[in-house]
């Protein structure tokens, strides 16, 4: 079956453009989540959905980051007026269950460069 | 808080073992293994709640050792698909992971 999809792989953009990054989660699954990943460290976390209700949001650096899931399904993570520390890999996971501990499973994230 | 993991590289050659650990001040609601391969997504490994828990598959295990501040991932018979780099998470409310900084694993033939 399908697996968890990021659109685009790859993004350049110049300091201060925005940026819409694209999240398809496995069909059915109730959670995801958004983690940025700089280079050499492990994914941190940014935010959090169950349906299309974001329940954490508390991982965002900052008010241009911004993250919807309108029906329950695809998301969007958004940064506006891109910074050249915003360049890192952002990454999309998405989870069956909601309560007990379960596996995410990772999309091969989005590489993002802000020049 | 950020678990801790040690070491922070390894170098084997194709059938040797390894030893990655992950540990915590405090004790942790559960830990997670992922391995990552440069540029891919990371993968699931396993997930261990108990503490005193074990768990293995094929040539990989884990343990959560009893006071669940510290878990251990042993890798046998080391293969080269094995390397990459190695997170554990812990759990901080609703399934939100906090990793580690990552053990990165090289096998060579």
Known sequence: ?115 | QQPVQSPQAVILREGEDAVINCSSSKALYSVHWYRQKHGEAPVFLMILLKGGEQKGHDKISASFNEKKQQSSLYLTASQLSYSGTYFCGTEKGAQKLVFGQGTRLTINP
Do not use: M
Not at chain 1, 52 to 78: I, M, N
Not at chain 1, 82 to 100: H, I, K, W
């Open chain 1, 1 to 115: 079956g399908a697996g968890v999809s990021q659109s685009p792989r790859y993004k350049v953009a110049k300091r201060g453009q925005d940026v819409a990054l694209r999240c398809d989660p496995i069909s059915g699954h109730v959670s995801l989540f958004w983690y940025q990943q700089a280079l050499g460290q492990g994914p941190e976390f940014l935010t959090y959905f169950q349906n299309e209700a974001q329940l954490d949001k508390s991982g965002l650096p900052s008010d241009r980051f911004f993250a919807e899931r309108p029906e329950g399904s695809v998301s969007t993570l958004k940064i506006q007026r891109t910074q050249q520390e915003d360049s890192a890999v952002y990454l999309c996971a998405s989870s069956l269950q909601v309560l007990d501990s379960y596996e995410q499973y990772f999309g091969p994230g989005t590489r993002l460069t802000v020049t």
